[in-house]
């Protein structure tokens, strides 16, 4: 299969690091290149500019015999500040849509972009992972794949409630469908005992906790169900170890909800975004692709894990 697994150098059950493997190296290069090479010329220009302006705040008062340095000063500062902005805006506008579009491409055939996203904010609240009525939803970007017969999808969300606008959610959400409804509705989330600041499921189907007998995932999350031995039965040991190296490799909080014919996964942070910017290091693979490659890695692992 022709996939993002494939660019995968499979880590070992203790959480090792994941490689990227030589040919997608090859194809993402050209994407780091050309983000290195805009940021070079964004980055000249606003040092120019500022070179300009520094000479100009010298310069000025001698031709105008302005009095007061502070006006050139601010002139110059103004002048750096807006050039600054503006190639930012330029360098986000031009590079990172494209860049993730073309490291999506790079990463395997089967994967399609597109800037928009199909979630809807019902389908978020159905998830019930998180407490709290959310006011405000935005969710964009959308990487597509499959794997056998499960196709899944990873789209970035953004959720606040009401007071204040707190923040619900701010992450990548994957969403993989089945062919077969789940039993119930079971979620996965990190144990409140272990994880500081975590918070419960939301509240909107009744549920239960679930006894496991496997204390190394159960020091780490806790299972509620609205069917307690379907959830049991549906929490393999072979689901629980993907979970958690997963969880170890991407390094964040990982929830989980099997809501109808779909597993949704919540992940904090933006995947689905070159991390780079003007005065930054160059850009490489590795860091080009981030995230990404293990987020993509984890829905395929589950998508198996669950349809076997």
Do not use: W
Not at 27 to 36: A, E, L
Not at 75 to 100: D, M, N, P, Q, W
Not at 111 to 137: H, I
Not at 247 to 264: G, K, N, P, W, Y
């Amino acid at each position: 299969m022709a996939s993002a697994a494939r660019a995968i150098v499979s880590g070992s059950r203790s959480g090792e690091t994941l490689a990227l493997d030589v040919s997608v190296i090859s194809r993402v290069r050209p994407v780091c290149d050309f983000v290195n090479a805009e940021a070079s010329r964004l980055r000249n220009q606003v040092i120019a500019i500022g070179v300009m302006s520094a000479v100009g705040a010298v310069v000025l008062p001698l031709v105008t015999g302005i009095g007061d340095p502070r006006i050139p000063l601010v002139l110059a500062a103004g002048a750096v500040v807006y050039s600054f902005v503006k190639a930012r805006a330029e360098f986000t506008r031009k590079c990172a849509k494209l860049a993730i579009k073309r490291i999506v491409a790079a990463l395997g055939r089967e994967l399609t972009y597109k800037p928009s996203s199909a979630l809807a904010q019902q389908q978020f609240v159905a998830m019930d992972l998180f407490p709290g009525r959310v006011e405000r939803f935005k969710s964009r970007d959308e990487i597509t794949g499959k794997v056998g017969g499960p196709k899944y999808a990873v789209h970035h969300v953004h959720a606040s409630g009401t007071e204040k606008r707190a923040t619900i959610f701010d992450g990548v959400i994957v969403k993989i469908d089945f062919a077969d409804p789940f039993p119930g509705h079971t979620i996965v989330i990190p144990d409140a005992s272990t994880e500081e600041g975590a918070s419960g499921p939301g509240t909107r189907v009744k549920k239960d906790l679930v006894f496991l007998k496997n204390p190394a995932f159960e020091e780490r999350f806790s299972v509620y169900a609205s069917d307690y031995y379907d959830a049991r039965r549906l929490l393999t040991p072979k689901l629980m170890e993907v979970i958690m190296d997963a969880a170890t490799m991407i390094d964040s909080e990982v929830r989980l909800a099997f809501v109808q014919r779909s597993l949704f996964v919540a992940v904090p942070g933006d995947a689905l975004k070159v991390d780079t910017g003007l005065f930054a290091a160059e850009l490489t693979p590795k860091e080009a692709v981030g995230r990404l490659l293990h987020i993509l890695g984890f829905a395929e692992r589950l998508a198996r894990a669950v349809a076997h």
